[in-house]
């Protein structure tokens, strides 16, 4: 039986020495309606700061479905469950509450707003976890020219409204950017690696492997291996048929690749 055995000891000590406090998402028997069928059936799951986990699992299988409902898309019904963000009930937060408790999701399909120039949605948006006290412009100004060469995004995009028009690696590189910004406590990032060409699977991969720190938790939901070779996993979880069926350590994601998910079935680890 595959059991999950954290890779990191509490408390968590950053790269500056300090001792960061750790946060937790738990999702718990987390059963989501969509347009009245049932979706997710009983979803269960625990995400740390200073992790960085993975999401598998064959197509329609509701990866999206939870990463929609864990940041409350009106669609998304819950219909039972709990999930509670370092103990809380995350559930009774309205979807800009969550964003500000720090919980960031990185579109699968990421939408287009006409009229809102990305620079200005990323800074409205960094002031909304900010106080004039604690915001710093010039370090959001740094930050942003890092990131966007991290990504390898030119500085015009920032004029250009958010993601319209861009194709579909160029938005895939902007909801990263958005995360590099809005410095979350937990992110869910919905298909970071699809569409990407390979340079740009690498900057996407190096730069959320950079963005990796012991305040956050990260949660990758992929198809494919390829990204994981820049972003490391500590676990990697398999969502099969609405709840997750197996979890396991990163070998999981290549015995995945090389057998398919015919064999995972819901109720295989009992504890996954
Ligand atoms: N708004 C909606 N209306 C109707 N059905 C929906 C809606 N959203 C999701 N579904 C259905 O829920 C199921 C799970 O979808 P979801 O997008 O969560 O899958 P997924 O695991 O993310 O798949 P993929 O790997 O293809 O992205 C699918 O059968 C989908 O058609
Ligand atoms: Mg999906």
New binding site residues.
């Given amino acids: 039986m595959r059991k999950y055995a954290p890779s990191v000891a509490w408390p968590v000590q950053s790269m500056t020495g300090e001792v960061a406090s750790p946060h937790t998402l738990t999702v718990r028997n987390l059963h989501v309606e969509?347009?009245g069928?049932e979706?997710l059936k009983g979803v269960n799951l625990e995400l740390r700061s200073g992790e960085l986990t993975a999401m598998m699992?064959?197509?329609?299988?509701?990866?999206?479905?939870?990463?929609?409902a864990l940041m409350g898309h009106p669609?998304?019904k819950v219909t039972s469950g709990q999930v509670l963000l370092d103990g809380k009930d995350l559930l009774a937060l309205t979807v800009d509450q969550r964003a500000r408790a720090g919980l960031f999701l990185g579109f699968?399909y990421p939408q287009e707003v006409s009229g809102l120039s990305l620079s200005k949605f990323l800074w409205t948006s960094y002031m909304q976890r900010h106080t004039m006290e604690t915001a710093d412009a010039e370090g959001f100004g740094r930050d942003l020219t890092e990131h966007l060469g991290y990504l390898g995004m030119d500085e015009s995009f920032l004029k250009r409204s958010l993601n319209e028009g861009f194709s579909g690696g160029e938005k895939k590189r902007a909801e990263i950017l958005q995360m590099s910004t809005l410095s979350p406590v937990f992110a869910i990032l919905?298909?970071p690696d699809s569409g990407l060409d390979i340079d740009a699977v690498r900057a996407v991969g190096e730069t959320v492997a950079r963005l990796d720190r012991p305040g956050i938790g990260i949660l990758v939901?992929t198809?494919y291996q390829r990204i994981l070779k820049y972003v490391k996993p500590v676990r990697v979880f398999v969502?099969v048929d609405?709840a997750v069926a197996l979890s396991g350590g990163r070998e999981l994601a290549e015995e995945l690749e090389a057998k398919g998910y015919d064999w995972v079935k819901v109720g295989l680890v009992p504890n996954a």
Avoid: F
């Fill in positions: 969509v347009a069928t979706i699992g064959p197509n329609g299988s509701g990866k999206s479905t939870l990463a929609y669609k998304y699968q919905d298909e939901i198809h969502m609405g």
